[in-house]
C-alpha cells in the first residue's frame, strides 16, 4: 500500500505560479512511476505529467513548456507556471506501483481566475 499527501493548492490569477507537492509513504520501494492527474468540472479526469522511475517525463501537450514535473525519492512536485483559467481543477498526485497498482491522493484544489 502506498498513502499519498498533496499539497500546494490555492487560487492564482492567470498568469502566475503554483508548486504542487505530494509525498508517499508506505510501499514507497514498489513505486514505478508518479505523476499528476487533473479533472475538471463536468469533465473526466486527465493526464496532466508523469514521472517513471529512471527519469522519463510525460506531458499533456496543452502543458508542455509551462509545467514541470519532478522528483525526489518518495516524493513528486508539479511546477506550474504562466497559469491559465482553464487549468483551473482538482489536482490528484498518482502512483503506479511494479505491480500494477494505482494510488491516488485526496485532491488538491487549483483555481486560477482570470
Known amino acids: 500500500q502506498v498513502q499519498l499527501v498533496e499539497s500546494g493548492g490555492g487560487l492564482v490569477q492567470a498568469g502566475g505560479s503554483l508548486r504542487l507537492s505530494c509525498a508517499a509513504s508506505?510501499?514507497?520501494?514498489?513505486?514505478?512511476?508518479m505523476g499528476w492527474y487533473r479533472q475538471a468540472p463536468g469533465k473526466q479526469r486527465e493526464l496532466v505529467a508523469t514521472?517513471?522511475?529512471?527519469?522519463s517525463t510525460r506531458y499533456a501537450d496543452s502543458v508542455k513548456g509551462r509545467f514541470t514535473i519532478s522528483k525526489d525519492n518518495a516524493k513528486v512536485y508539479l511546477q506550474m507556471n504562466s497559469l491559465k483559467p482553464e487549468n483551473t481543477a482538482v489536482y490528484y498526485c498518482?502512483?503506479?506501483?511494479?505491480?500494477?497498482?494505482?494510488?491516488w491522493g485526496q485532491g488538491t484544489q487549483v483555481t486560477v481566475s482570470s
Open positions: 498518482y502512483v503506479g506501483s511494479v505491480g500494477g497498482r494505482s494510488y
Open positions: 508506505g510501499s514507497i520501494l514498489s513505486i514505478d512511476v
Open positions: 514521472v517513471a522511475r529512471g527519469g
